[in-house]
C-alpha cells in the first residue's frame, strides 16, 4: 500500500510539473511504447531491475536510458547499451545490470513462444501457447525432477527454486535449457 501510495504521488507531482496539472490527451501509441510496456510487464517477479535516480538523475536521459535497453535484442546489443552507461555514467549498479538481464531474458523468451514469466511463492512460472513437451522433459532432467507442467488454463510450466538461487539466474538457466533442449 505504502509503494502505490508513493506511485500516485510522484505519478500526481509529475503531471502537476510537466502538464501544468492536466493529463495530456491520450494518443496512439508507438512501437516503442509497446517495448517498454513488453519490457515492463513480461517478467513479473521480484527482481530488482531499475535505473537508480542516484547513478542517473536527469529524467529525460533515464528514460532514454530506459527506452534504449527495451531495444535490446542480442548479446552485442546488451554489451553495447552497458559500456554506453558506463562511458556516460561510471560503473553500473545491480538494478541496472538486472534491467538489463531482464531485456535479454525476456527477448530470449519470446523467441521460444514464452509470453510471460511469473515469480510467485510456488516458483517461477512460464507461460506459452504451445509447450514443447521434449524439451520440457529434458529440461525437468537436467533441473533434477524440479519442473512441474500446468495445463489447466493459461499453459505453463514452472520449477520451484533452490535455496540460494536468484530468480534471474534461474530465469536463465531455464530460458538457455528449453531453447537448447537440454
Known sequence: ANDLGNL??????????????TLPTERESAPLDDELKALAISIVGKVDAYIPEDYISNQAQRISCYKRIALI????DAYDVTDELIDRYGELPAPVEG????????NAAQSLGIF????????????????????IGKLNSVMNG?????LMGK??????????????????TVIDGYGSGE
Open 155 to 172: 499453459t505453463c510450466f514452472r520449477i520451484t527454486p533452490e535455496k540460494g538461487e536468484t530468480p534471474l539466474s534461474l530465469m536463465r
Open 73 to 76: 535484442r542480442t548479446e552485442d
Open 116 to 135: 510471460e514469466i511469473m515469480q510467485g511463492k510456488d516458483g517461477i512460472s512460464f507461460y506459452t501457447e504451445q509447450p514443447d513437451m521434449q524439451k
Open 8 to 21: 500516485v504521488s510522484r505519478t500526481t507531482a509529475m503531471v502537476g510539473k510537466y502538464f501544468g496539472g
Open 146 to 150: 524440479r519442473i512441474s507442467l500446468n
Open 99 to 106: 534491467l538489463i538481464e531482464v531485456a535479454q531474458i525476456r
